[in-house]
């Protein structure tokens, strides 16, 4: 390993107030917060990849707070408060990305989103008017809208799928391009004075009576007064005592296709199938509902079980009928626990961490961000 020269040590590498691990959406969000709250303190974003390559660019860029049935499901395990503060926690989240950054700047557009009810499914008309109305009232707070969810049958047939039976519009969703917000967050902590390390990883830290040494994947060690780790799926590593474990997400993307018949982000299977247009393209997502214990693993690898039933989802629902041919492949590692809050706390004297968006880090980063600065104040 190369020695870092003294002008390095002194810059680059100088002792900073706050380290951050991770350079992902809540990585970059909370430093955002960190020095808007007090611009002398000296903040710096580590990450072992040349780029953020958790979750935070490898997803599929929806800018949503959960479907119908993924409410209702979350509802039933924990309870209707906390899934509806979870719901608050990501719409907060959207609203301020739109409010910190241009549409242009992300990509953001407002299509709406949209969830497939499979005709296979048990809820029958009744069933959904009963779920969409009692789900309306407890967002109405959030939202401000009279009705968050909307019944939309008849669209069925102009987006062309096949073998559903309902359709269930949520025009508050949006899309968004994860890899030009992760740059624009880059840029704009940068510019707030933000050091930040790419292709650096913290191994392990060592108390000393007055600082912590961050021993890393280099020659240097860095020091720091505080550190905030916001690595999500991979927190384990530094705390494995957290009840955070990874959960692969696989998508693909096809060819372009002429005329394509819609336009949004779309939800299907409790949120376990996701799919959106890309300009003429689809893009689709999930399926880890199929295989949990092999989809169980921070390898971001993209395998034949997933993928086959990606395609038989675009063969048999979204593009029956349809010609086209499947471009890109890949797969992304989000952080999931044995429930869908999120972890921010201090685990020991100058240690804190934000993890376990559960899949919902752009919606939740903003708010984790703010959170995290104010309990390290």
Not at 78 to 98: C, H, P, S
Not at 122 to 138: C, E, F, G, T, Y
Not at 340 to 345: G, T
């Amino acid at each position: 390993m190369v020695s870092p020269s003294i002008w390095e040590k002194e810059s680059f590498y100088a002792p900073a107030d706050i380290v951050i691990a991770g350079s992902g959406f809540v990585g970059l969000w909370c430093a955002y917060y960190l020095r808007r709250a007090e611009p002398g303190r000296s903040v710096m974003i580590v990450d072992r990849g040349v780029i953020p390559t958790g979750a935070s660019t490898r997803n599929a860029g929806f800018a949503c707070f959960g479907s119908l049935t993924e409410l209702i499901a979350d509802s039933r395990q924990m309870g209707e408060g906390r899934m509806l503060e979870l719901v608050e926690m990501r719409y907060r989240g959207l609203k301020r990305i739109r409010k910190t950054f241009s549409g242009k700047e992300i990509g953001y557009k407002s299509y709406g989103g949209f969830e497939l009810i499979a005709g296979s499914d048990p809820m029958d008309m009744n069933a959904v008017r009963s779920s969409i109305d009692w789900l309306n009232r407890q967002l109405k707070k959030i939202t401000k809208e009279q009705k968050t969810f909307r019944l939309q049958d008849d669209k069925i047939a102009g987006f062309g799928f096949a073998g559903i039976s309902h359709l269930i519009e949520n025009r508050t969703e949006g899309q968004l391009h994860p890899g030009k917000l992760c740059l624009a967050l880059l840029r704009l902590v940068q510019s707030m004075g933000v050091t930040v390390l790419s292709n650096t990883e913290v191994l392990r830290y060592e108390r000393t009576p007055d600082k912590l040494l961050l021993h890393t994947n280099h020659a240097f060690t860095l020091s720091a007064n505080k550190l905030l780790i916001c690595t999500n799926a991979f927190a384990r590593q530094l705390l494995p005592q957290l009840d955070v474990e990874p959960a692969r997400g696989q998508v693909l993307v096809t060819s372009p296709i002429a005329k394509l018949p819609f336009k949004g982000t779309f939800h299907y299977d409790q949120g376990f199938y996701y799919f959106r247009d890309l300009g003429d393209r689809v893009l689709l997502g999930g399926a880890r509902n199929k295989a949990p214990e092999a989809e169980h693993t921070d390898e971001m690898v993209v395998t034949g079980q997933i993928q086959a039933e990606l395609e038989r989802m675009l063969r048999d629902v979204i593009l029956p009928g349809r010609d086209y041919a499947i471009e890109h492949r890949w797969s992304g590692i989000m952080g999931m626990g044995k429930e869908k809050q999120p972890i921010l706390q201090q685990v020991e004297e100058g240690i804190y961490c934000a993890v376990r968006m559960s899949g919902m880090g752009v919606a939740l980063a903003p708010v984790m961000g703010e959170r995290a600065a104010a309990m390290m104040e």
